[in-house]
């Protein structure tokens, strides 16, 4: 079993910048960040793959979020810049091995993080 341990929300004003990071108790393969708004689904934002040579994003993300990882330090990590107000969520870290799965879809992931929140105000 995979313990996943989020932190770096909090409270920002649009445009500002946060980063997430996800601490895991053991070495991961692929891994990614989610996030859920309240009465909204639980939607992809970013993906790594296991040595990071591959990532992907939503598109409501892409150029202002980066995924990376630190595999010595079991830590992957989202740098969320000019944040919007639509970016309020509580995010999630997963990981598991999705090969031939979706990245960005939330059952291809078998391990979760209890959430940290984010919240951005105009």
């Known amino acids: 079993q995979v313990q996943l341990v989020e932190s770096g929300g909090g409270s920002v004003q649009t445009g500002e910048s946060l980063r997430l990071s996800c601490e895991t108790s053991?070495?991961?393969?692929?891994m990614a960040w989610f996030r859920q708004a309240p009465g909204k689904e639980r939607e992809g934002v970013a993906y790594i793959s296991t040595y990071g040579a591959t990532t992907d994003y939503a598109d409501s993300v892409k150029g202002r979020f980066t995924i990376s990882r630190d595999n010595a330090r079991n830590t992957a990590y989202l740098q969320m810049n000019t944040l919007k107000p639509e970016d309020t969520a509580m995010y999630y870290c997963?990981?598991?091995?999705?090969?031939?799965?979706?990245?960005?879809?939330?059952?291809?992931?078998?391990?979760w993080g209890q959430g940290t929140q984010v919240s951005v105000s105009s």
């Open positions: 997963a990981a598991g091995r999705i090969t031939g799965y979706p990245r960005l879809k939330s059952t291809s992931y078998n391990f």
């Open positions: 053991t070495y991961t393969d692929d």
